[in-house]
């Protein structure tokens, strides 16, 4: 009992720092509800998918909306952005693979997963647009400038209108856990507007 009450200042500290990560634990693990039912629908041009009510527009153009987390000091953005397509390039995993190369990011060999669309688990009927050719890249990656990051990239190219979406999330390494998931499951729920 002495090391207590010699000790109750440091012990209150150490009980602070507990009820503080407690407080955190809830409030990460209500996120995901939180998300679902707060998140609001996001168009542009002719796709849609729900995205975080937290997440905030940084920048904005015809062609591209970035976002970020503005409540938090989190190294993390998202950006979606439309482009004509280059009819050269035959399949999204060739175009992914040039914008990885056009934007200097290597990814890490261990750690990179490339996914095609009949892999991706999108949770509607967009698998069965045959005028859409889907690759999704992520893993652990270096940009031109060695800095480390986590990176998330779908490429939907859209035949039928000569043009594709470059989503991607951009982190650090540990971000990268934190809005990642959210990044993903957005586009998991994305419509295709005819």
Known sequence: MEIFTENLGQWLFVGLILAAMLYTAFVIKDEKLSYQENSKVFLFHNFSFPIPSWWSTKKTSSNEVVFHRSDTKYEWKASFQVFKLNENIPHSKDLI????????????????????????????????????DITRIEGTASDKNFDRLYYDCFV???????????????????????????FEEALFQLNLKT
Not at 103 to 127: A, P, W
């Open 97 to 132: 693979l040039n914008i990885l190369e056009e934007k200097g990011i290597q990814l890490d060999e261990l750690n990179k997963e490339v996914h095609s669309k009949d892999q991706l688990k999108f949770k509607n009927n967009i698998l069965k647009n045959d005028d859409l």
């Open 156 to 182: 939907i190219i859209n035949r039928k209108k000569s043009e594709y979406l470059l989503c991607e999330s951009i982190s650090s390494v540990l971000n990268g856990l934190v809005e990642g998931p959210y």
